[in-house]
């Protein structure tokens, strides 16, 4: 079938609301019995007419189907409903290239804070980076391949199989958007990764307590989980800390930039009034070298310099809250960190001490 007949076929099929490989299978079974000119022959048993088959290449709705058609067409195993108004919509199915910046994965129900720890690490290229080193470092450990199944229960006591494999799964999209044609759609509904399973899966929650609702210490008990690193929040730093990475608490004020010796590498901004809180997450974008907010409640990034722009950030927040109080959590990187360097010190402390006490 030669690309001409295929949009006539996907222009019918979306103009009668009939699915698509119905019209397809009829034009490949005219076509074996020789049949001259079978997108004519489907046209007369359905209900259009000539004057409905010209087509309207600047319909959006059209555009739509047919970015969603070719989603379907390539990705089997995902379920996506053409039709569905409530699954595909646009902006889940624009067309992402390495020349624009990257967005994360929409919640599912209460797992705000969730999103705004992994989107931050993930979406930030050097956040990204240290991701990426202990993902292989995990990889070459042998752990992935005792796993057949990425859904599999995990080992206890072992960061699993199943969140790395989201990792990975994520970190390529971003990398890589011209190997997909429909990146947003990959990202939100080509997943089999659960948002509770992979919260429970990566020691956030266990099986006992439900996965709605967290704040900062999530995001410390994440570092120490994938980093082995208990991370300090300070209200006041200086250039003489030596720490591996710390958070910086802000409210309601400037983050700074640069710190000797250290990067910004993105931030974990919380929302709230009396009656209830949100959180997003702040991150830098080295294609149009903006700090930009991405918001799990929304597909598309927000403008908005989370590092300068308190009021642009009360503003994205009123959306929830008519007066939010807003605090920011930005995690800086020293220069020189290693994030497959245990932080483990007990161990070395205690054969010290043996050390001493043995001595005669």
């Not at 929409?106 to 990426?132: D, E, H, V």
Request: with cysteine; hydrophobic share 35%; aromatic share 12%.
């Amino acid at each position: 079938m030669n690309s001409s007949d295929e949009e006539k076929l996907l222009w019918i099929a979306h103009k009668t609301k009939v699915n698509f490989n119905y019209f397809k299978n009829t034009y490949n079974s005219l076509k074996k019995y020789n049949v001259k000119d079978p997108i004519k022959s489907i046209i007369k048993n359905s209900s259009l007419t000539n004057a409905n088959m010209k087509i309207n290449r600047d319909d959006k709705k059209f555009q739509l189907f047919k970015i969603a058609q070719k989603f379907k067409n390539s990705n089997k195993t995902t379920k996506v409903s053409i039709h569905g108004v409530s699954k595909v919509n646009s902006n889940l199915l624009r067309i992402r290239n390495k020349n624009t910046c990257p967005t994360g994965r929409i919640q599912i129900g209460g797992t705000c804070w969730f999103q705004a720890i992994l989107n931050g690490w993930i979406l930030s290229p050097i956040g990204r980076k240290y991701m990426k080193q202990k993902l292989e470092a995990f990889k070459k450990s042998n752990e992935m391949k005792r796993f057949t199944n990425i859904q599999a229960c995990p080992m206890r006591g072992k960061l699993p199989v199943y969140f790395w494999s989201y990792v990975e799964y994520m970190i390529q999209q971003i990398e890589n958007p011209s190997n997909n044609i429909n990146y947003n759609v990959k990202v939100q509904l080509g997943l089999n990764y659960k948002h509770n399973e992979l919260i429970r899966n990566a020691g956030l929650r266990n099986k006992n307590i439900n996965v709605y609702g967290g704040n900062i210490t999530d995001l410390r008990k994440f570092i120490k989980i994938v980093f082995d690193y208990d991370i300090d929040v300070w209200n006041k730093v200086g250039p003489f800390m030596n720490k591996r990475m710390f958070i910086h608490k802000v409210v309601d004020g400037k983050v700074v930039r640069n710190r000797v010796g250290y990067k910004l590498s993105h931030a974990y901004i919380a929302g709230h009034d009396s009656v209830g809180g949100h959180a997003i997450c702040g991150y830098h974008c080295p294609i149009n070298n903006k700090y930009l907010m991405f918001d799990s409640n929304f597909p598309d990034t927000i403008n908005v310099d989370w590092t300068r722009d308190i009021q642009g950030i009360k503003n994205h927040f009123k959306v929830y809250f008519p007066n939010p109080d807003i605090t920011i959590f930005a995690v800086y990187i020293k220069n020189t960190f290693n994030p497959l360097k245990s932080n483990n010190t007990r161990k070395p402390i205690m054969n010290r001490v043996k050390k001493l006490l043995n001595r005669k």
